[in-house]
């Protein structure tokens, strides 16, 4: 399912709407040697780089964090990528049906007063 960003503001995603999306995007894990805070740092680093890399190339990206935040699932992740390194998030990548929804943004003042 292709979730809704626009709080209303676009059209509702709906299954069907998958279609306009890449069908076989590449979803690889982002992990590291070992799982101490730092290392959740230096991995949302490497995401914000990957992020920007995936945007100047002009493909479409978002972040799959369920599967690394199940303990089950993120054991079975483990070690299906490789022993001793840990994964920290997931990447979709792929190709998007054309230009991008704006998502709208609060105005700082409601949040602050």
Not at 3 to 28: I, K, N, Q, W, Y
Not at 46 to 54: D, E, F, G, P, S
């Amino acid at each position: 399912m292709v979730r809704d960003f626009t709080h209303g503001g676009g059209p509702a995603s709906t299954a069907d709407d998958e279609a306009g999306f890449d069908p076989a995007p590449l979803v690889p894990a982002l992990g590291t040697w070992h799982d101490l805070p730092v290392a959740h740092l230096r991995a949302g680093q490497a995401l914000q780089r990957v992020l920007l890399t995936v945007t100047v190339l002009g493909l479409s990206a978002s972040v799959l964090s369920a599967p690394v935040e199940v303990g089950a699932t993120r054991s079975r992740l483990t070690r299906s990528i490789r022993q001793g390194l840990y994964p920290q998030i997931l990447v979709r990548v792929g190709h998007g049906d054309g230009t991008p929804v704006e998502t709208p943004r609060l105005d700082p003042r409601q949040l602050w007063g």
